[in-house]
Each structure stands twice: as C-alpha cells, then as structure tokens.
T-cell receptor
Framework: GIQVEQSPPDLILQEGANSTLRCNFSDSVNNLQWFHQNPWGQLINLFYIPSGTKQNGRLSATTVATERYSLLYISSSQTTDSGVYFC???????????FGQGTTLQVKP | NAGVTQTPKFQVLKTGQSMTLQCAQDMNHNSMYWYRQDPGMGLRLIYYSASEGTTDKGEVPNGYNVSRLNKREFSLRLESAAPSQTSVYFCASSRGPGSNQPQHFGDGTRLSIL
C-alpha cells in the first residue's frame, strides 16, 4: 500500500521563526490533507490540497503531486502552533486516509 | 454546525467489559470511519463505512465491531475490552470515495482499559 513519510520527526523553534515541514508519499494521489493535533488532542483540518499552493494566514501549503511531496510552511511561529502536524493521503478508492507519523513541533517563547 | 460528534469523551473500563463508542455527523456525508491513535503514532483505520448499509475492515479490526445505524450514525463496539485497546479513538466522515473532498474528524474518545 501507499507509504507516507514526514520529516523532520521533531522540531523546536523560537517564537517568531519560520519552518518547513515535509510529507513524501510513495504513489500518486488525488488529494492530501494537513492536520494540526493540538495539545488537547483535537485534530484540526489545516489544508485540503491535492495540488498547487494554498495559504491561510501564517500557514501555507504546497503539493507537487507529480513529484509526490507536499510542504507545510509556518511563518512567524507562535507558541500556539505547538503540537503534532500530520499529513494524510487516501489509500485507494475507498477514501480511507493513510497518515504519516507526524512532526512534533515545539515553539518556545 | 456541530460537524462530527463523538461520545463519550473519556472512559475507563476494566478488562473484559464491553462498551459502545458513538459517532454522529450532521454534514449529510456518505462515508464514515473509525481510527485509533496510539502514543507517538499516526492514526490507523479500524473500520469504515463507504455508504449507508455497508461496512468494511480497515488495518486493525480485531476486537471491534461496528454498526452503521443510519446515514448520520456509526458506532464502534468493544465486546470484551483488553488493555491493548487503550487508545484514543477518532471518528471521521466525508462525502465519499472519489468525491475529492476532505475528511472531517471528531474530537476523539480517550479510552483506558485497566
């Protein structure tokens, strides 16, 4: 089945710094989602981005489907950005999502 | 707009007890999913229902059963809980496979089995 790999596994930033998280996937996909799992465990939808670039405030995401990767950019990081960031892709025509292992981000004040 | 609602939010069980986790969505979605998340890991699919009246196994179905009660509701049952089933359980829904629409997740149920 399709494999999803995220890097880096852990990231520590000083508040105000920028960062890039990467998601590689092993097969062609027709959509991709980025989630933020906050310290309370809630999964927050960040982006649904099968291809191209989308921006939402300080966050943006780019998916290059032909090269099988997606990037999540966080600019001017804040302590509230801390948590785990997951990317996920559908495995087949059933729509079930395959998740990467996540990137744990800690933003220090 | 509630989205996906899961109950209960927390539960502690003893080994061998049974319980049912409830999930309901108000987005008129066709497909619903149950995932579990273990420490330091991403989510793994337990069961899913592509449409009302159908259910299928995911990656880790052993020890669980599901019921798609109607289009809105999809329940997950543990018949005889085991400590290995201590986890956080997430329900999700989407318009359906091939719809190119995102999945939406509930807030999760934290289940501890002693």
């Amino acid at each position: 089945g399709i494999q999803v790999e995220q890097s880096p596994p852990d990231l520590i930033l000083q508040e105000g710094a920028n960062s890039t998280l990467r998601c590689n996937f092993s097969d062609s996909v027709n959509n991709l989602q980025w989630f933020h799992q906050n310290p309370w465990g809630q999964l927050i939808n960040l982006f649904y981005i099968p291809s191209g670039t989308k921006q939402n405030g300080r966050l943006s995401a780019t998916t290059v489907a032909t090269e099988r990767y997606s990037l999540l950019y966080i600019s001017s990081s804040q302590t509230t950005d801390s948590g785990v960031y997951f990317c996920a892709v559908p495995s087949s025509n059933t729509g079930k999502l395959i998740f990467g292992q996540g990137t744990t981000l800690q933003v220090k004040p | 707009n509630a989205g996906v609602t899961q109950t209960p939010k927390f539960q502690v069980l003893k080994t061998g007890q049974s319980m049912t986790l409830q999930c309901a969505q108000d987005m008129n979605h066709n497909s619903m999913y149950w995932y579990r998340q273990d420490p330091g890991m991403g989510l793994r699919l337990i069961y899913y229902s592509a449409s009302e009246g159908t259910t299928d196994k995911g990656e880790v179905p052993n020890g669980y059963n599901v019921s798609r009660l109607n289009k809105r509701e999809f329940s997950l049952r543990l018949e005889s809980a085991a400590p290995s089933q201590t986890s956080v359980y997430f329900c999700a829904s989407s318009r359906g496979p091939g719809s190119n629409q995102p999945q939406h997740f509930g807030d999760g149920t934290r289940l501890s089995i002693l």
